[in-house]
């Protein structure tokens, strides 16, 4: 019983351990941003550091975002990767409808909360079979 308490709690707070890291890079910039992200070269941004500099919300929720789109016309491919701030309205659906306005399509977009998660595939689902997989295992 105990341990499954240590998993759960393990589990649910893995995220909170200070302030959220993201990768910043865009394509446009560097050519390490695309996958498979080059996580020795591209910088990596404390989202509450970034926003506070700026002077805007210290006291707001991040998440990090990664996002590939093309253009219509040139079919160039752009990649990028940054903290935000999180918003009740999904940022990859408004991103998705904004970017049409300009001829891009979203590729593939998501949002994440546990430091650096956006280097690739959504980690969400990595992390909930981890902690399944560690429950069982210690019962």
């Not at 390490?32 to 929720?61: M, R």
């Not at 998440?63 to 789109?69: D, F, I, L, R």
Request: hydrophobic share 30%; aromatic share 12%; glycine share 6%.
């Amino acid at each position: 019983m105990v341990k499954t308490v240590v998993v759960t709690l393990l589990c649910s707070f893995i995220s909170l351990s200070g302030a959220l890291e993201c990768y910043d890079c865009s394509a446009v910039k560097n050519n390490d941003c695309y996958s498979p992200i080059n996580k020795t070269t591209v910088t990596v941004t404390n989202c509450y550091e970034f926003y506070t500099k700026l002077g805007n919300q210290q006291n707001a929720t991040y998440e990090c975002v990664a996002y590939t789109e093309h253009h219509n016309a040139t079919n160039q491919t752009f990649v990028g990767r940054h903290c935000l701030i999180k918003e009740q309205n999904d940022f990859c659906i408004d991103y998705r409808e904004d970017r049409k306005l300009y001829g891009y399509i979203v590729d593939e977009c998501f949002t994440c909360n546990e430091d650096l998660c956006n280097s690739g595939t959504n980690p969400g689902i990595m992390l909930g079979l981890l902690c399944v997989i560690t429950f069982y295992v210690i019962q």
